[in-house]
């Protein structure tokens, strides 16, 4: 049975979107993926995005996605939401991936907006909605302009919001003034996607978060989050800046070479990357150890 949501928090509050774990030789490790997302949601999550950009999803292949799903499903679907990332800047392609996204069991959809074509808003618009009606599944927005180069703007943000399966959006934008006006006007469940302004999104009204440091801060985030929750503020702003070297550290460099350097050293599974991505030098490692040890964090 899947985990029950609420319209407040259609996909639960603390999720990671989660790595996808490699062979030695580079193929997919459903087996150790099954056990990373048992790991993670043990930890204290409540979903897990898999297929998201920390995924690696740009060079995974379709059926690679589909097995990923169905392994994660497997494993936690009973106790966690499994959000399938299916977003691709080719809303065909995209379409498809959501079908069969549902059809293997996800709970929920995260559709990344259309990167490289800069599509205009009215095609943003056109582009989610279209993925939103070719499923029953809930579909969580990803603004990220940072890889995406658009934005999606306050006012599209609030026309999307009257989809009745377009229920949230994962928030990188880093605007907090743009994020506020959004949440407000939209309904839509918002969720941090930037961990170091997890906090402050939560105090503006944000519900959750997407995290990539949850795979070795889930622990202290959920602290965080329920200090939050029970109105502690000064407890969740001391936890917020235990954890800044984390956050930093983190994202020294690209954020899936360092997790994936973190889990190795955890024993967890992770294994390689996937040209483009390369695995973290020995000054980056020795760099990670001191950051996550300033954190808390002792490897």
Request: glycine fraction near 10%.
């Amino acid at each position: 049975m899947a985990p029950t949501s609420t319209p407040e928090t259609p996909f639960g509050r603390a999720l990671t979107a989660m790595v996808t774990p490699f062979t030695a030789d580079g193929s997919l490790d459903l087996e150790g993926a099954q056990r990373l997302a048992a790991h993670l949601v043990d930890a204290g999550n409540d979903g897990l995005v898999v297929n998201g950009t920390t995924g690696e999803s740009p060079t995974t292949s379709d059926a690679e996605k589909a097995a990923l799903v169905r392994a994660v499903v497997e494993a936690v679907g009973d106790r966690a939401h499994v959000v399938a990332g299916v977003g691709t800047n080719d809303t065909r392609h995209t379409v498809e991936l959501a079908r069969e996204a549902e059809r293997i069991g996800a709970h929920g959809l995260l559709v990344v907006t259309p990167y490289y074509n800069k599509p205009p808003q009215e095609g943003l618009y056109r582009h989610f909605t279209t993925v939103a009606d070719a499923t029953g599944l809930p579909v969580m927005l990803y603004d990220i302009p940072g890889r995406s180069g658009v934005a999606i703007d306050t006012e599209t943000l609030v026309r999307l919001g009257e989809h009745p399966r377009i229920v949230a959006n994962k928030d990188a934008k880093g605007d907090l003034g743009a994020a506020g006006w959004a949440l407000s006007r939209s309904g839509l469940a918002w969720y941090s996607g930037d961990d170091m302004l997890n906090l402050p999104l939560l105090s503006i009204g944000a519900v959750g978060y997407v995290s990539v440091v949850a795979h070795v801060v889930a622990a202290e985030l959920r602290s965080m989050l329920n200090a939050h929750l029970a109105g502690e503020v000064a407890k969740a702003a001391e936890i917020h800046q235990q954890l800044l070297p984390v956050f930093t550290g983190m994202f020294r460099t690209q954020g899936v070479i360092t997790t994936k350097a973190a889990l190795a050293l955890q024993g967890l599974p992770a294994g390689p990357l996937r040209l483009p991505l390369v695995e973290a030098t020995e000054a980056e490692l020795d760099q990670l150890r001191k950051d996550l040890a300033a954190g808390g964090v002792h490897l």
